[in-house]
């Protein structure tokens, strides 16, 4: 068997899909994440920048002006 996730963007999905499971008797469990939806992507976006290459590194033995030349 498998283990599908899936990441509702409002209550309404969520409603959907857990109605959807039901219907088919297919057990499912849920975790409450207490974070802001909209913090959560831009986490997941930044954590693709990093992985991309695209970020700076600042030296902290210089000035954040000195960094950013």
Same mark, same amino acid.
């Given at each position: 068997?498998? %283990?599908?996730?899936?990441? +509702? =963007?409002?209550? *309404?999905? $969520?409603?959907?899909?857990?109605? #959807?499971?039901?219907? $088919? /008797?297919?057990?499912? *469990? %849920? =975790? ?6 909209? #913090?959560?992507?831009?986490?997941? =976006?930044? =954590?693709?920048?990093?992985? *991309?290459?695209? #970020?700076?590194? $600042?030296? +902290?033995?210089?000035?954040?002006? *000195?960094? $950013? /030349?």
């Amino acid at each position: 068997m498998e %283990t599908v996730i899936m990441h +509702p =963007e409002s209550k *309404e999905q $969520l409603t959907a899909l857990k109605a #959807f499971a039901k219907a $088919l /008797k297919v057990k499912f *469990e %849920t =975790e409450r994440s207490d974070y802001n939806a909209e #913090f959560v992507a831009k986490i997941a =976006e930044s =954590e693709k920048q990093i992985k *991309e290459g695209n #970020f700076t590194t $600042l030296d +902290p033995g210089k000035s954040i002006w *000195e960094n $950013l /030349k």
